[in-house]
């Protein structure tokens, strides 16, 4: 029976435009809000549950990034999005998971969304949307739930290591946004090494009677990979031609770093989709080449025994006037001819190489 699918879609169907409507499952995850608010010298970290709270960084010196987990807290986020002044539309998008990664330029901000891509504890790819809105002073990220990839980043702002510290909101965006595009190689790697594997224990013919199914779980994985990086290449690239003064031409070369590695990675994943197909062909060449032994067995075998039936077929008859029936020795020559027969034609199939 076929697994029934989840269509995030039914959940907007007809609302009006800009109706914020969370479409993603995880409906009792907690609200959880991390502050990092710094400068070059000071650096301030602070977790809460209540939005109001984040509305003192607007508009403050210091660059500050908020970071919302928990997007079913819809009236949360829309008390958010009305101190910053967002867009209803963007309101819609942050909390709509199925979207795809954009980029929407607004007058005073950006609105980016993208897919972070991790493996989970079963060895499963996991794509979760994140959006993100540059202001002037601040970086405002809106995740589903906990647990992401920035981590790193987060050590970066608390030791004041790197320029993260010395650099203004842009070049915050770009080092989050890089954050997931490394995890994109992580995903590379590892799919790189599933198809290596693969291909070897196919070619070694040890591979398993589900390996169909694996080629094809794995071929979905690439597609999950491809949908999350292909449509990104073109955010980045956006920002790259924006004159927008939200980001400054310094920061632009790090997007251009981004855009590259973005390349490499669509590059590997076609490389990937091919080497996938080929598995398969290499696959179904190997099961052939099983029921061609097989058949070649068989019809060597068959081949033997065909004159060895015959003769015994003749002289099983039942006629009484065989000549060879009252000879004495008819029994032992009649299993030398069968022997010599045998013998014969395994003689002729090595010479023809056929076993």
Same mark, same amino acid.
């Given at each position: 029976?076929?697994?029934?699918?989840?269509?995030? &879609?039914?959940?907007?169907?007809?609302?009006?435009?800009?109706?914020?409507?969370?479409?993603?499952?995880?409906?009792?995850?907690?609200? #959880?809000?991390?502050?990092?608010?710094?400068?070059?010298?000071?650096?301030?970290?602070?977790?809460?549950? =209540?939005?109001?709270?984040?509305?003192?960084?607007?508009?403050?010196? $210091?660059?500050?990034?908020?970071?919302?987990?928990?997007?079913?807290?819809?009236?949360?986020?829309?008390?958010?999005?009305?101190?910053?002044?967002?867009?209803?539309?963007?309101?819609?998008?942050?909390?709509?998971? $199925?979207?795809?990664?954009?980029?929407?330029?607004?007058?005073? &901000?950006?609105?980016?969304?993208? *897919?972070?891509?991790? &493996?989970?504890?079963?060895?499963?790819?996991?794509?979760?949307?994140?959006?993100?809105?540059?202001?002037?002073?601040?970086?405002?990220?809106?995740?589903?739930?906990?647990?992401?990839?920035? =981590?790193?980043?987060?050590?970066?702002?608390?030791?004041? *290591?790197?320029?993260?510290?010395?650099?203004?909101?842009?070049?915050?965006?770009?080092?989050?946004?890089?954050?997931?595009?490394?995890?994109? #190689?992580?995903?590379?790697?590892?799919?790189?090494? *599933?198809?290596?594997?693969?291909?070897?224990?196919?070619?070694?013919?040890?591979?398993?009677? =589900?390996?169909?199914?694996?080629?094809?779980?794995?071929?979905?994985?690439?597609?999950?990979?491809?949908?999350?990086?292909?449509?990104?290449?073109?955010?980045?690239?956006?920002?790259?031609?924006?004159?927008?003064?939200?980001?400054?031409? %310094?920061?632009?070369?790090?997007?251009?770093?981004?855009?590259?590695?973005?390349? %490499?990675?669509?590059?590997?994943?076609?490389?990937?989709?091919?080497?996938?197909?080929?598995?398969?062909?290499?696959?179904?060449?190997?099961?052939?080449?099983?029921?061609?032994?097989?058949?070649?067995?068989?019809?060597?075998?068959?081949?033997?025994?065909?004159?060895?039936? #015959?003769?015994?077929?003749?002289?099983?008859?039942?006629?009484?006037?065989?000549?060879?029936?009252? &000879?004495?020795?008819?029994?032992?020559?009649?299993?030398?001819?069968?022997?010599?027969?045998?013998?014969?034609?395994?003689?002729?199939?090595?010479?023809?190489?056929?076993?």
């Amino acid at each position: 029976m076929a697994k029934a699918r989840k269509h995030n &879609y039914k959940k907007k169907a007809g609302q009006v435009p800009g109706t914020a409507i969370y479409t993603g499952s995880k409906s009792s995850e907690k609200l #959880f809000i991390e502050v990092f608010d710094y400068n070059e010298t000071q650096f301030t970290e602070k977790h809460l549950t =209540d939005v109001s709270e984040t509305f003192q960084f607007k508009g403050s010196d $210091s660059i500050t990034w908020v970071n919302l987990n928990g997007l079913n807290h819809v009236k949360e986020i829309e008390k958010l999005s009305k101190h910053f002044n967002f867009h209803p539309l963007v309101l819609e998008d942050i909390v709509n998971i $199925s979207q795809r990664p954009k980029i929407d330029e607004y007058e005073d &901000y950006f609105f980016v969304v993208l *897919k972070m891509l991790y &493996y989970d504890k079963d060895e499963k790819i996991i794509s979760e949307q994140v959006s993100f809105i540059l202001g002037k002073n601040h970086v405002l990220s809106f995740q589903e739930s906990e647990g992401d990839v920035f =981590d790193a980043v987060r050590e970066r702002i608390r030791t004041a *290591k790197g320029r993260v510290r010395t650099m203004e909101s842009d070049y915050l965006l770009y080092v989050l946004i890089d954050a997931v595009v490394d995890y994109y #190689f992580n995903i590379i790697e590892i799919l790189g090494d *599933k198809i290596e594997d693969f291909e070897t224990d196919i070619f070694n013919g040890n591979a398993t009677d =589900d390996v169909s199914q694996n080629i094809q779980n794995l071929k979905r994985e690439i597609l999950k990979v491809r949908r999350a990086i292909f449509p990104l290449r073109e955010v980045i690239n956006r920002i790259e031609k924006s004159d927008n003064a939200l980001i400054s031409k %310094q920061t632009l070369n790090y997007y251009r770093d981004v855009y590259d590695h973005l390349i %490499q990675v669509s590059e590997n994943i076609d490389i990937y989709r091919e080497m996938i197909w080929s598995l398969m062909d290499m696959y179904m060449t190997t099961i052939s080449n099983k029921m061609n032994e097989v058949m070649k067995v068989l019809t060597i075998m068959a081949s033997i025994f065909i004159p060895l039936t #015959f003769i015994a077929g003749i002289y099983g008859m039942n006629f009484d006037y065989i000549p060879e029936l009252h &000879y004495q020795h008819s029994y032992f020559i009649l299993w030398g001819v069968m022997i010599v027969i045998f013998i014969g034609m395994l003689i002729y199939f090595k010479k023809k190489k056929w076993l």
